[in-house]
T-cell receptor, first 115, second 108 residues
């Protein structure tokens, strides 16, 4: 009964392919995020959704398309994968966007390798 | 965009030593959060701070929310081997952004 679970944990794919990463949270949170962690371990926010609505898009290429079918799920679809997309992608959730509600809980990450 | 400057980037210490790391920002934050990441895992929340000047402890960990709301520090006392990992500060104001991380290595 993992709080924030994402699948798959590892993903190896060729350049140009399209792939999806799924994320589910069972914490009853309203807000979900996608972060990208590069090889230097820098955690960069990509998207934030609140109650299924896109709140933040941090100038991510439009090859990345998040989809939130309901509050508990936030999936990430990536088109035409490039070598530079190789990274660990983390899903996270929080109760909301203010004060104590911003405490975020993270999934275990998806290590994407583009070859 | 909002940026957090976290220092030091890495620390090499002896077991039993105290550790101190900090984060500064050009922006004001409403929340400061400290996380630890172990290899192959996602970041785990250690301490959360909500008010300027707040000082909070969690076992051997102590963190403070700076008076200006633009900085925070984390101290670890009497380090042990399981403290090894990467520590991240996070600042919250409509979104949660992170510092570059402090990689802690402990020599037994």
């Amino acid at each position: 009964d993992t709080a924030v679970s994402q699948t798959p944990k590892y993903l190896v794919t060729q350049m140009g392919n399209d792939k999806s990463i799924k994320c589910e949270q069972n914490l009853g949170h309203d807000t979900m995020y996608w972060y990208k962690q590069d090889s230097k371990k820098f955690l960069k926010i990509m998207f934030s959704y609140n109650n299924k609505e896109l709140i933040i898009n941090e100038t991510v290429p439009n090859r990345f398309s998040p989809k939130s079918p309901d509050k508990a799920h936030l999936n990430l679809h990536i088109n035409s994968l490039e070598l530079g997309d190789s990274a660990v992608y983390f899903c996270a959730s929080s109760q909301g966007l203010q004060g104590r509600h911003t405490e975020a809980f993270f999934g275990q990450g998806t290590r994407l390798t583009v070859v | 965009g909002q940026q957090l400057n976290q220092s030091p980037q890495s620390m090499f210490i002896q077991e039993g030593e105290d550790v101190s790391m900090n984060c500064t920002s050009s922006s004001i934050f409403n929340t400061w959060l400290w996380y630890k990441q172990d290899p192959g895992e996602g970041p785990v929340l250690l301490i959360a701070l909500y008010k300027a000047g707040e000082l909070t402890s969690n076992g051997r960990l102590t963190a403070q929310f700076g008076i200006t709301r633009k900085d925070s520090f984390l101290n670890i006392s009497a380090s042990i081997p399981s403290d090894v990992g990467i520590y991240f500060c996070g600042g919250g104001a409509q979104k949660l952004v992170f510092g570059q991380g402090t990689r802690l290595t402990i020599n037994p």
